[in-house]
């Protein structure tokens, strides 16, 4: 589900970006990239602007976990880019997340890694223009 949810909010341009986090991210939504928080309009903000960064990408979700009792998951994905000058990146993310009753995500915590690419890559994963 991991997967999916990021490939349509992300890589999706057929559906626009606030429909899909509308339809995956709960209205409180809050994000902690690599320390930087950002409320729910920051992270769309930055889904349009990764958008426009970047040609095409792929995610793989390397390890998941979910507890439906306290409605938490942990995950590690690999994120990989073509920018839109043609150069690829990669990056690694550790994301642990909340989701309310309605299974939406009320919460993301993450940490980020370049695998591969240019050091400044790593402000992929919160670039906001």
């Known amino acids: 589900a991991v997967q999916s949810i990021l490939s349509e909010v992300i890589l999706d341009r057929s559906t626009p970006v606030r429909d899909a986090v509308d339809r995956h991210f709960a ?18 903000k930055h889904v349009e602007a990764l958008r ?3 040609q095409s990408g792929e995610f793989k979700v390397v390890d998941f976990v979910y507890d439906p009792v306290r409605g938490v998951f942990a995950d590690r994905h690999v994120f990989k880019a073509v920018k839109n000058n043609g150069n690829t990146s990669e990056l690694e993310i550790y994301m642990f997340g909340k989701l309310d009753g309605d299974g939406r995500v009320t919460e993301v915590n993450e940490i980020t890694r ?7 890559d790593s402000e992929l994963a919160r670039v906001r223009h």
Request: hydrophobic share 40%.
């Open 27 to 44: 209205p409180g939504y809050i994000q902690i990239t690599d320390g930087a928080v950002s409320d729910r309009e920051a992270f769309i």
């Open 52 to 54: 426009g960064h970047i």
């Open 114 to 120: 370049v695998i591969s690419g240019a050091s400044g």
